[in-house]
């Protein structure tokens, strides 16, 4: 991490104040420790600061703070804090959903476990789960033997920034929990439709090279009996085509979805910003 950004992030707060810094030892502590590349300290720091009551001013400083972290190795390093054995992977992605006329928000988690799971959970700091509305199910991916667990929340809202705690516990008993701090960055890149059955993809900001680029998703899905059924899908990691080949496909009626996908870490667990765009998509009268 270079000194100059980081002193450009402290002079970016103009209400954070040399005596403010003296007398709060947590997030001075974050910042001298993003100074020196311990990217573990100085996350610890933030989730102290996260954990009091803060002015619009100190978290816009800590947001900021977390995604300068991200420019040494994406995050992969902010928690020393590893998976315990049973728990294979964890991933927490706040999507937001548009279809024309209406938008809707989601947080979702996705464990996958060598034993099976009881719970996964996502609470605020007050100990609250972040919505009544939510959904758990149990998909199998058909490979391996891994018990894989789902926890969706409907949101009113997207999912603001913050300090939460995820915790999953297995039906044996066993359980994890850790904290997770959740940042609001720019898009990077952004799809948006040019017709019928093509879209754009737009970099609207630089990259960080040290994660990897946004994963686009084009997927058809059937619609029957108030269930989506996905029919076709294919994901790209570079290269993003904007139209879809449509010789192969059964001549119906679609909903066609494309998803960005941009992805980071803290530690082991793996964070992602989804937006999704659908819309219908109707073969049946290209095809008469």
Known sequence: MSRIAVIGLIAYSPFLTADWFSTNNALNKAHESLLTNDLASSFTA??????????????????????????VD?????????????????????????????????????????ESIKTLSFKSLSDK?????????????????????QTRYNLNYNLDIGLYEVEIESDS????????????????????WTGKDSWTIEKTFIPNRYCSLPLLQVALYDYKDNAYTEKWSQQYESDYPQTIDASELEPQRY???????????QGDIVLKDQRVISKSYDLTADKE
């Open 255 to 265: 909903i066609l979805a494309i998803s960005m996908t941009h992805e980071r870490w």
């Open 129 to 149: 789960a972040i919505s009544i509305d939510a959904e758990s199910t149990e998909p199998s991916d058909g490979v391996t033997d891994n018990h894989t667990f």
């Open 173 to 192: 008993g066993k359980s994890w929990s850790h904290w997770v701090i959740i940042s609001e960055s720019p898009e990077k890149y952004t799809a948006r």
């Open 46 to 71: 933030m989730v102290e600061v996260w954990q009091k009551p803060a002015t619009p001013a100190i978290k816009d400083n800590l947001n900021n703070l977390l995604i300068q972290s991200l420019d």
């Open 74 to 114: 994406c995050g992969r390093t902010l928690s020393n804090k590893a998976l315990p054995v049973w728990i294979q992977s964890l991933s927490i992605t706040r999507q937001t959903l548009e279809s024309p006329g209406r938008r809707t928000f989601r947080a979702v988690l996705n464990a996958t476990a060598t």
